[in-house]
């Protein structure tokens, strides 16, 4: 006897959990009150919508990679160039970690998405923490705040100012640039929108790593009939 998927409307056995041409889950009748009728044994098994996610595990899977890629995405971290990447990688590695533990492993890539969010968030907390505690130690405890404000000078005098007279702006704007920069409130909001700019970033990458690592598992792990 067939069915037909009420997603892609191709027939569907029966006995069948799930569709064998888009992977929907499909709903099943248990024949155990029928007389005559003997239900097969997986038609008491709970059955996991692929679109929803277990949030308990699911935590435990976004802490064990949030945290340390956060860590490494820091503005301050010695890799801190593929940050981006870094935090794709992990929601990707969430998403796969989850799975391990879900019967059956499939997921949707919306769900995979979600997953990435949650991962983006915390680590981006993470990597939004780290740089400003870096900083904090550097600037009052290792007493490293010359050589940070000498940096910075350095920086918008010769690279910035440099970028602004080649864009064509104005001798007098400029001075004002760069008397705003140099100031203490500069500084602290240049760091700032950094620090900001990155966390959108990692937010961003990880839902689209968290979306690519469902898709990924899907292909792996698509149930067959």
Known sequence: METTCTRCHQAVEADNLY??????????????????????EHFNEPIRDAGTVDW????????AVAVPAG???????????????????????????????????????????????????????IAA????????VRRFVLHEGKAIDDTWQTLINDQFAGQWTAAGVDA????VLKT?????????GSILGSIVLLVTGLIFFAVGGGAIG????????RPQV
């Open 214 to 221: 469902a898709r990924l598992q899907a292909r792996t792990r």
């Open 180 to 188: 705003w920069f140099l100031s203490p409130e500069g500084r602290a």
């Open 19 to 40: 569709c064998p041409a888009c992977g929907l889950p499909q709903l099943l009748y248990s024949a155990e009150n029928v007389p005559g009728q003997v239900a097969p």
């Open 56 to 63: 308990k595990r699911a935590m435990r899977s976004v802490l």
């Open 129 to 136: 923490a780290a740089s400003g505690g870096t900083l904090f």
């Open 172 to 175: 007098q704007t400029i001075a």
């Open 71 to 125: 860590l490494v995405c820091s503005l301050f971290s010695p890799v801190s160039l593929f940050g981006l990447l870094w935090m794709a990688v992990a929601a990707a590695w969430a998403v796969a970690l989850y799975l391990r533990s879900q019967r059956p492993a499939w997921i949707t890539i919306g769900a995979g998405a979600r997953i990435g969010l949650v991962t983006g968030l915390l680590g981006g907390w």
